[in-house]
């Protein structure tokens, strides 16, 4: 099988013929993106390739070899064309069960990010627009700890998370809280968190630089077939731990006194404090919680693609979306509402170009908010 290598901007690099086990290497010079093309005219008789897809596009980074994969499927009996290549049913439900698992993976690391915005919101009622530079802080703070320090990518993530709960806290102890007793009113705090927002993108930037990055292990993995669906170990791996803390935080607010008191503040803050519940102490928690939960976010992001520091501005908008869409301030609201957008997001490929799926899911989140405004497990509100 022919293999052409070429720059991002089509300049050829080099061109080169896989063995029998179909395995190939090209060195290059200079890291960059590259444009990896797989002849099909090469291919044998009885191949096709999964999706159709006969091109990649890789990131190469110095010093880490970048293992780029073409998954094949055997042809239909006596040489019959693979369903794969005339866009038969088969290959549009194969594809479509592969957007949906790529749409739940996507969906629950919009959950986790969702989360401690949504909780944040609900006691606080501050809508926080540096939520997504939580998610980077998270992710840029494992790379620290694993690229720089030489630390495996487990460890460090465990390190990046305590920090960004430790920062999470620190920024209510130092500074909203500040704002709180001061009076600062919503819309001024609103406007207040933008400032945050891009100050801390460009410390990021400034610190960090503009390059992509990307964490030491399990840059490249093969994947494992289920059925119609090919998942790599570490997004399995993602999905359990995602799910595992959605569901501990899920049970802690139900179940645990801390939660419950959340809960209450949430409802009713002044009410709240009159029955004896440290207001301020529960925000503390909360931030705490919230900044912990988005610095996963942004780790299980940057395992699933390249690490930027415009990572966490890039999701906010979708986080925003599956927070308002099951509805403000609910916990298990924005873990619906991340799901349903994730799914959205990534099936609506099958019809859409890439570059247009967000869209789709904000024209969803629009419609849902027309027929129903406090979104779908969030409570109406009296005005006046």
């Known amino acids: ?39 099909t005219a090469t291919l044998p008789q009885n191949m096709a390739i999964r999706g159709g897809n006969n091109q990649r596009a890789p ?41 949906t698992f790529e749409g739940f993976n996507l969906g629950l690391i919009i959950a986790l990010a969702a989360l401690g915005l949504s909780l944040i919101y609900g006691t606080t009622g501050l809508t926080n627009f540096a939520h997504g530079e939580l998610v980077t802080l998270g992710a840029l ?38 704002l709180r007793k001061r009076g600062t009113g919503i819309i001024a705090a609103m406007i207040v968190s933008i400032g945050v927002a891009l100050f801390m993108r460009y410390l990021f930037l400034i610190l960090f630089g503009g390059e992509t990055q990307s964490y030491a292990q399990y840059n490249a993995q093969a994947g494992i077939e ?42 009713n803050p002044a009410l709240a404090s ?62 619906v509402g991340s799901i349903i957008v994730g799914l959205f997001i990534q099936i609506s490929t099958l019809w859409v170009p890439p570059e247009l799926k967000n869209v789709g899911a904000l024209a969803v989140l629009i419609l849902v908010l027309l027929f129903r405004p406090q979104g779908i497990l969030g409570r109406r509100e009296r005005i006046g």
């Not at 179909?22 to 002849?39: A, N």
């Open 1 to 39: 099988m022919k293999i052409v290598v070429t720059t991002e901007s089509g300049q050829p690099v080099q061109e080169v013929t896989s063995d029998a086990k179909g395995t190939w290497e090209v060195p290059i010079d200079q890291p960059g993106s590259y444009k990896v093309t797989l002849d």
């Open 59 to 99: 990131t190469v980074y110095e010093g880490n070899p970048t293992t780029v994969l073409f998954a094949l499927t055997a042809k239909g009996e006596d040489g019959a064309a693979a369903p794969d290549e005339g866009g038969g049913s088969s290959a549009f439900w194969q594809r479509a069960a592969q957007l």
């Open 226 to 267: 289920i059925g119609p669906i090919s998942a790599t170990p570490k997004n399995l791996i993602s999905m359990g731990i995602e799910l595992t803390v959605l569901i501990i935080v899920g049970i802690a607010l139900l179940r645990t006194r801390t939660g419950k008191a959340a809960r209450a503040v949430a409802d």
């Open 141 to 178: 703070l494992a790379y620290l700890v694993n690229v720089p320090f030489g630390l495996h990518i487990i460890p460090a993530a465990v390190i990046a998370v305590i920090l960004a709960g430790g920062l999470g806290y620190a920024q209510d102890r130092f500074f909203w809280g500040g």
């Open 274 to 335: 009159s029955s004896g519940i440290n207001v301020d102490r529960i925000i503390r928690i909360i931030w705490t919680g919230g900044g912990a939960i988005a610095a996963l976010a942004g780790i299980m992001l940057g395992l699933s693609q390249n690490l930027k520091y415009t990572m966490g501005q890039e999701l906010l908008l979708l986080i925003f979306a599956g927070v308002t869409l099951g509805g403000l301030g609910t916990a298990f609201g924005a873990l």
